[in-house]
Structure formats: C-alpha cells, structure tokens
C-alpha cells in the first residue's frame, strides 16, 4: 500500500489505485514490516493495514520499522521502539542518522557519527563526518569530505573518493564524481558509467535517474526501461509502483510506465 493525499487528508491506495484506508491523517508515512506511522493531532502513531492503531499517538516524529524497531523522538532527543510501543532503546542521541540495518545503527554524538548495536552500545567509534546505514554487508560514510565504504569492522573496503555516495541496493551503490552519478559495484568498479544528473537506488531491478529536467528508470546494464518523462520522481518501486510528478501532481506508475492512480494534486 502507498500513502496519498486526498481532500486535503492522507490515506492509502493499493496497486489498482483503490483507496483502502481513508482517515483524517495529517502526514502518513510508507508501510514496513507491516506497520505504517502516521501523524494526527500533532502526534505520531502507527498503524497496521486494516487502519487500526497498534502504536496510539504519542510521539514528536516517527519513522518506519525496521528489522523490528523504528526511531522515534521524545523531548528532542531520539530512540527506539519495538513493535509493542515499548522502548527498547531510551531517547538520548541529538540525531541517529539511520534505522537499523543489519543490527546497526549510525548515531551522532558531539561532532562525529559512529554505530551503535540492538543493545546501544558502540561498536563502531564516532569518528566519521557521515555514516549511512549499514546494507550488503557495507556503509558509505564521509571522512576529509570524501566517500567510501567500510564494513562492519570499520575497515575500509572503497576508499574514500567520491563527492557524494549512498549505500548499496540490490548490488549497485549510486555515486557522484565530476558531477555526473553512475553505480559502483562492491570492489568500488564502475558497472554504469557517471552520466546522470540524479539518480536513485536501484529497487525491483530498477533505478529512477534524471538526465537535464526529466526523470526515468535505468535497468542494472543503464538501459532507459521508462525514458524520461516525469518532472520529478519520488522514490524507486515498492510493490510495482513508483511516485512520480508531472505538472506539480502526483500519480504512481507500474512497471511498464502505466498510470494506475493518475497524477492529482
């Protein structure tokens, strides 16, 4: 299911465009693991996908579980929760950059990132300037204002080199050099060569990328599979579907380029 507004008011469709759970949700975010946060009354909760609340509303931000637990932010300061509400990991980080991953999760402390465990214990030092989430087994992060990738030791796999880097999906990791993104595959070798203005990780085999003002999708040789068209797109697929925008509306896309819930404001 994917989260749209409708008169003013956020609910869920499914892959024909149905609309499935309709509320009076001020912001809703995507579902993971079954659950979806959504907010109501300046307060985020969440919910499962008949729209029932499992989680009532009760926190300043919410965001989507991941491998069990989800961060939250209680008082400024941010934590974990499990799927019962309870807190397993007490608010206490300024920041904690990413969800768990691979039982690792990226948080700032005084001017460094490090990871921390499912216990909130480090096991990475804060040394880094960034530190994405842990995926494939790597985490880019961001030292002398380049990016590389380490594993779960620390050691540097790709050494620091990139202007921009994001973590890896699907066995490609998307990366900025002289300007132009392309994707690297884990021993840091080109696999599509730097070309794009944007891009976005890959996701059921797919990749949006924006070459001068439009936006597309790339299989994993580079091949445009839906050429670019849209003004903007949201995010890869999930379930089939992809948010895109044309015209300042949105609507979401299958596979084949095919509007299922056309674009709306």
């Known amino acids: 299911m994917a989260p749209v507004e409708i008169d003013g008011e956020f609910g869920y469709i499914d892959k024909t465009g149905e609309t499935v759970i309709r509320d009076d949700f001020e912001s809703a975010l995507t579902f993971s693991e079954g659950l979806a946060p959504v907010e109501i009354g300046g307060k985020w ?28 932010e209680i008082g400024n300061k941010y934590g974990y929760i499990d799927k019962t509400g ?9 920041w904690t950059l990413t969800v768990f991953s691979e039982a690792l999760a990226s948080i700032w402390m005084g001017s460094r990132y490090g990871y921390m465990n499912r216990r909130g214990r480090y096991v990475i030092d804060p040394r880094l300037g960034l530190a ?28 620091p ?21 392309g994707y690297i595959d884990k021993t840091g070798k080109f696999v599509i060569n730097p070309q794009f203005d944007l891009a976005g990780d890959f996701s059921e085999g797919l990749a949006h990328v924006k070459v001068g003002s439009k936006w597309g999708y790339i299989d994993r040789t580079g091949k445009y599979v839906i050429n670019p068209q849209f003004d903007w797109a949201w995010g890869g697929f999930s379930d089939g579907l992809a948010s895109v925008e044309v015209g300042g509306k949105l609507g979401y896309i299958d596979k084949q380029g095919k509007y299922i819930w056309e674009p709306t404001k």
């Open 161 to 181: 080199q990139f202007v921009y880097a994001f973590g890896f999906s699907e066995s490609l990791a998307r990366v900025n050099i002289d300007g132009k993104w």
């Open 132 to 159: 994405g989430a842990f995926s494939e087994g790597l985490a880019c992060v961001k030292i002398d204002g380049k990016y590389g990738y380490i594993d779960k030791t620390g050691r540097y796999v790709v050494n």
């Open 45 to 72: 909760g969440y919910i499962d996908k008949t729209g029932k609340y499992t989680i009532n509303p009760q926190f300043l931000w919410a965001f989507p579980f991941s491998e069990g637990m989800a961060r939250i």
């Open 86 to 94: 309870k807190i397993v990991i007490n608010p206490q980080f300024d």
